[in-house]
């Protein structure tokens, strides 16, 4: 953990939803082959090239899941008020029916997740340390899940979001 805090160039970027413009509500950077360009909630991310660290976990991440991945998203939650709203992983980019593999590091942080068109949470993961959960195209279909805010959590977290970018 320390290695990525140390290597990736952490970024607070600027979205716009529904017409008002904030910071991202966490640090992020953005990393993958030349090809893996990649945009949400009209943010553009040219990919930044590999660090060793992220290159090593991509190696661990891609042989334990049996996918391929060509891109991460690396998120910083410096501590409980850090947070990511609701939303599915299914941008154009990442094709028709996307795997997603989401590596965690540091604080242990809940993975909340709804169906799709509803507001009721339907399940709670506490994601820990060092635990890897593999998202298969369905769940982006059919559920929606974010990170939210813990007051009480004080360490910081990383997350890794392995996605494969279609050019």
Known sequence: MQQLLDEIPWEQPAITLFGRTAPV???QSWHGEPEARYAYSGLPLPPTPWT?????????????TGHRFNSVLAN???DGHDTMGWHTDDERELGPAPWIASYSLGATRDFTLRRRGTT???????LAHDQLLLMPPAMQQHWEH????????????????FRFIYG
């Open 76 to 78: 910083l939650y410096r």
């Open 120 to 126: 009721r949470i339907g399940d709670r993961i506490a």
């Open 146 to 161: 974010a990170l939210p805010r813990r007051a009480r959590v004080l360490a910081p977290r990383i997350n890794l979001t």
């Open 25 to 27: 509500p966490r640090l």
């Open 52 to 64: 060793p660290g992220l290159r090593h976990i991509l190696d661990v991440v891609q042989s334990a």
